[in-house]
C-alpha cells in the first residue's frame, strides 16, 4: 500500500488532459453539452463581434491552472509538467500564456481526422506516463488532472510500479471508478486559491440560447446540422421536404473534440447519496478496522484515522462538507465518535451501542 507521507525528495509528474477539464468545467457550470452547444470550441474572445452572454459564461468557466500546479508542488518537486491539447484551437490558445508563465510543457495533439484528436489526449498521456514511469525511476508521485475512466488502467499500472498515484477531476464529469483507482483525489473545486463561481445561465430568448437551440451535434456523422434543434418536436416533424432539403445542404463537416455525444467524458453515474451520510459511514468504517487491529476500546490518532480514510476513498475531503479542518468534522460527528487529547496527540475512538443509547 502506497505511503501518503511523501519523502523529502519527492519528485512529481504532473500530466493535465487540458480538453477534458476545461470541457468538464464548462459543463458544470453551464449544463450538459454546453461546450458544444454555445460553439465554444471556435470562440475567439478578441473577435470584438463576439456574443457577449457565450464570453461571460466562457469567462466564468476559466479553469485555474496556476492553482493545479501549486497543489501538485506541494507533493515535492515538480519535474515533468505536461498539459496535453490542439493548441491551435482558439479557446485553447487563451491559456497558452497562463501556462507556459507556469513552465508548463504543451503538448501538441494535431487534428487528423474530421472528428477531431479521437482519444489522443488519453493515448498519448497514457504513454508518456509509461514511459516515464521507467526512464524516470525516481518519479515519485503522478498527478492525473482528468476524471475519464480511460485512466484506471494507467492509475493501477501506476500504484503497481509504486509510485503514488493522484488524480484532480471536476465534480460530476468523474469516475468514481478512477478515483478509487488513486491514492489520493482531489476535486477541482477544493483546491487551496479555487473559487466556487454561481452557474451563469442566459435568459429565456437571449441571442446564445436562441443560437443553442438551432445547433446540434450529429454525432454519429460528425457534423453540425443548422436547421433542426433535434428535439424532435411535432414543429420539426411537420417540416416540409424543401426545408429539410435545405438544412441539409447547410450541414457543414468540422473538427470535433475527442468528447462528443457518443464519446462522453463517462459512464453514466447513479444518483449521488447524501455526502454528509457518507462521510459518516467513511469514518464508521475506518473507525472499525482500526479497532479490529488492536483492542475494541483503543484510542486512535486522528491523523491515522484520515489517512485510513483516504486509503478507502481517496475523493474523501472534509473542506467540501463545510468543515474547516478535520478535527472540526470529527467533533461535528459526536453521535457516533468521541474525541480526546494526550499531550499533542489528538485521539479518537468509536463509540459502543452502550454508549450511543446514552
Excluded at 494507467?154 to 498515484?165: E, H, I, M, N, S
Amino acid at each position: 500500500m502506497a505511503d501518503t507521507t511523501e519523502p523529502i525528495d519527492a519528485r512529481v509528474g504532473l500530466y493535465i488532459d487540458f480538453d477534458n477539464i476545461v470541457i468538464s468545467r464548462y459543463q458544470q457550470l453551464h449544463g450538459r453539452n454546453a461546450f458544444q452547444r454555445d460553439g465554444i470550441r471556435d470562440f475567439d474572445k478578441s473577435d470584438p463581434n463576439n456574443d457577449p452572454e457565450i464570453a461571460a459564461r466562457l469567462a466564468a468557466a476559466t479553469v485555474d491552472f496556476s492553482a493545479i500546479i501549486d497543489f501538485a508542488a506541494s507533493f515535492g518537486t515538480t519535474v515533468v509538467n505536461r498539459a496535453y491539447a490542439d493548441w491551435s484551437v482558439p479557446v485553447n490558445a487563451s491559456y497558452q500564456r497562463q501556462l507556459m508563465s507556469r513552465a508548463v510543457d504543451l503538448t501538441q495533439l494535431f487534428t487528423t481526422t474530421t472528428r477531431g484528436t479521437k482519444n489522443g489526449a488519453d493515448i498519448r498521456l497514457a504513454v508518456d506516463v509509461v514511459e516515464d514511469l521507467f526512464r524516470l525511476p525516481d518519479l515519485t508521485h503522478v498527478i492525473i488532472v482528468a476524471g475519464d475512466s480511460d485512466y484506471i488502467a494507467l492509475a493501477q499500472k501506476a500504484k503497481r510500479l509504486g509510485r503514488f498515484v493522484v488524480g484532480i477531476g471536476v465534480a460530476g464529469s468523474t469516475s468514481t471508478s478512477l478515483a478509487a483507482a488513486c491514492d489520493e483525489f482531489e476535486d477541482y473545486d477544493s483546491l487551496p486559491g479555487i473559487e466556487k463561481r454561481p452557474e451563469v445561465v442566459a435568459p429565456a430568448g437571449s441571442s446564445s440560447s436562441r443560437r443553442g437551440s438551432k445547433k446540434t451535434v450529429d454525432a454519429t456523422a460528425g457534423v453540425i446540422d443548422a436547421g433542426s434543434d433535434g428535439s424532435g418536436s411535432a414543429e420539426a416533424e411537420t417540416e416540409s421536404e424543401p426545408k429539410k432539403a435545405a438544412a441539409r445542404s447547410r450541414r457543414v463537416t468540422i473538427p470535433m473534440f475527442s468528447h462528443t455525444e457518443d464519446a462522453p467524458f463517462e459512464e453514466p453515474e447513479p444518483e449521488p447519496e447524501d455526502a454528509q451520510t457518507v462521510a459518516t459511514e467513511l469514518l464508521v468504517r475506518a473507525l472499525q478496522i482500526g479497532h479490529a487491529k488492536g483492542d475494541a476500546d483503543e484510542w486512535l490518532n486522528t491523523g491515522s484515522v484520515k489517512n485510513q480514510m483516504r486509503r478507502m476513498d481517496p475523493s474523501f475531503n472534509e473542506k467540501p462538507l463545510g468543515y474547516r479542518s478535520f478535527t472540526d468534522f470529527l467533533a461535528s460527528r459526536d453521535d457516533v465518535a468521541e474525541l480526546a487529547e494526550e499531550g499533542q496527540q489528538r485521539l479518537i475512538r468509536l463509540l459502543s451501542s452502550a454508549d450511543t443509547q446514552r
